[in-house]
Structures are given as C-alpha cells and as structure tokens.
Nanobody
Framework: VQLQASGGGLVQAGGSLRLACAVS????????MAWYRQAPGKQRELVAA???????DYADSVKGRFTISRDNAKNTVFLQMNSLVPEDTAVYYC?????????WGQGTQVTVSS
C-alpha cells in the first residue's frame, strides 16, 4: 500500500490549493481517509477526515475553508483549501486506516505567504 500526496506549493494569503492523495493497493474502498498537517515545531494535527457513513470532520481552524472529498473510481482523496492564511503553512499528510492498519503518505509542503 502506498499513498502519494501532491498539490502543495507556495501561495499568497487568501489563495487556494487543492491537495490530492492517490492510494495504491486494494484498500481505498474500505479505508478511512484523513488529512493531517505538521507545522515546524508543532505536533501533527488532524485537519479533515471521513468519519464513516459519509460524514466528515474538520479541525475548528479550517472549518468553512477546507473541504475533504474522495473519488473512489480514482482511489484518490482530495483536500480543497480556500482562503489560506499563513497559519496553514505546514507539511500536509494523508492517512489511510483499514482495520488495525495505518498508512501514511510522504507529505506535501504548503507555504502561505502574508
């Protein structure tokens, strides 16, 4: 199983980015997918996740600005990030959890300039 994250980059405050995480291996349809981020000197934190039953959950700091979605036909999960602020600067990781197994992507850097 491999998770390949992409879509990060440098953007000005107020801008948007769309991250993608492609999942290889036959787990996507049953995996619980999530996005995390880790800023320098801080712990990794949950940004957005599918919680089961089609429901989603978001960190308070990104509610109304970020949207998690998935394309089951392409085994890909997305994170649409709008109205970005410098505090969103971090390495963003996708995570897949299936039963007792957890898989992480390699991370993609998002930098928001003021």
């Amino acid at each position: 199983v491999q998770l390949q994250a992409s879509g990060g980059g440098l953007v000005q405050a107020g801008g948007s980015l769309r991250l993608a995480c492609a999942v290889s291996g036959n787990i996507f349809s049953s995996a619980v997918m999530a996005w995390y981020r880790q800023a320098p000197g801080k712990q990794r934190e949950l940004v957005a996740a599918f919680t089961g039953g089609g429901y989603t959950d978001y960190a308070d700091s990104v509610k109304g600005r970020f949207t998690i979605s998935r394309d089951n036909a392409k085994n890909t999960v997305f994170l649409q990030m709008n109205s970005l602020v410098p505090e969103d600067t971090a390495v963003y990781y996708c995570k897949a959890r299936q039963y007792s197994y957890t898989y992480w992507g390699q991370g993609t850097q998002v930098t928001v300039s003021s």
